[in-house]
């Protein structure tokens, strides 16, 4: 016997959740969902000059996301683990522990990523199973029974082998470079020897990025940020502001004294990739991407991450297979 719901009760469903959360329905977001954990800017903390208190903000009502797809839990559970180090991030955990998330599949799966607290997966086109994945999962599922019915599953023909209809931005997944992920050892080799090797590629790159930051903002798994504090107009009070920030973006790596360390866009790109698919198998054992697709579909310059590191594994096979005297 499985939980099943059917789709016309999923709006009931979220509709009865409002009472105790606020419901948020992802699936047309264009930015990732870590902007529910990680906001584009937020306030740290508050100094009152006359008191001399620092003050934190109080906790919002618990939220609740629905709509996830497969990616996406699983980059927020690299965000996880990336908040987690070296520090953890007290501000996004704060956060993420008082959210309910439920992820949203086309797909038949048997395992999934431990981002999720539940997840509806279609059988047919009329209903959805609910898998539960959590103990949060399980008491929402025991709450609101009367949206579920337990019963046989029954799949229709279009659902064994479905397209994958899941994203929530309708970003088309990258599958080559998916593919590609599952050796990141061998992604962040090639990487790293284009970057001394194939320098031609980056300058081709540059030429066509205009360093506006928005495939960092778009991605699930970036995470730079700036501070800034802001003394209000009678002086007694600042408040301090974390927001967000991207590497490709000229002032991000400026320091004090006027000195840039990546002077050039050349450099800059060369960084985000760096980051993604160097720096982050070496640090997590995984590359910072999980080609859900978002970076290819809003760059406004249309470059396709997929396109050029395809062509940057071309070259270093060839690389690789080319006698050495």
């Known amino acids: ?76 559970t690299q965000l996880d683990e990336v908040m987690r180090k070296p520090k953890t991030d007290n501000f996004y955990f704060q956060r993420k522990n008082r959210t309910l998330r439920i992820g949203l599949t086309d797909v038949s799966i048997k395992s999934a990523p431990p981002g999720g607290d539940l997840i509806f997966e279609k059988i047919n086109s009329r209903e959805y199973q609910v898998l539960v994945w959590t103990p949060q999962g399980k008491k929402i599922a025991r709450q609101y029974n009367k949206f579920f019915k337990k019963t046989c599953i029954e799949r229709s023909r279009s659902v064994k082998n479905p397209k994958i209809k899941n994203y929530p931005d309708e970003s088309r997944p990258m599958k080559k470079l998916k593919e590609l992920l599952l050796d990141s050892e061998f992604l962040a080799d090639a990487i790293s020897w284009s970057w001394k090797n194939d320098s031609k590629i980056w300058d081709e790159l540059a030429e066509i990025c205009l360093g506006c930051g928005i495939c960092s903002y778009v991605c699930p798994l970036c995470y730079c940020f700036s501070t800034e504090d802001r003394a209000k107009i009678d002086g007694k009070e600042c408040v301090r502001y974390r927001q967000w920030d991207a590497c490709t973006l000229p002032e991000f790596s400026k320091i004090s004294g006027g000195h840039n360390f990546h ?40 470059i396709n991450i997929e396109t050029w590191i395809v062509k940057i594994i071309k070259d270093y096979e060839k690389h690789l297979l080319t006698p050495r005297s």
């Open 1 to 76: 016997m499985a939980l099943i719901i059917e789709k016309t009760q999923i709006n009931n469903f979220l509709e009865d959740l409002k009472r105790k959360f606020e419901v948020f329905d992802i699936r047309k977001d264009t930015l990732p969902p870590k902007q529910y954990f990680f906001p584009p800017k937020e306030e740290i903390f508050s100094y009152n000059k006359k008191t001399k208190r620092v003050s934190v903000p109080k906790p919002k009502k618990k939220a609740l996301l629905f709509g996830l797809n497969l990616d996406d839990l699983e980059a927020m």
């Open 263 to 302: 002077k050039t866009l050349k450099e800059r790109y060369y960084n985000w990739f760096h980051h993604k698919f160097v720096r982050g198998y070496k640090e997590y054992g995984k590359s910072l991407c999980v080609a859900c697709g978002r970076c290819q579909k809003y760059c406004p310059a249309g």
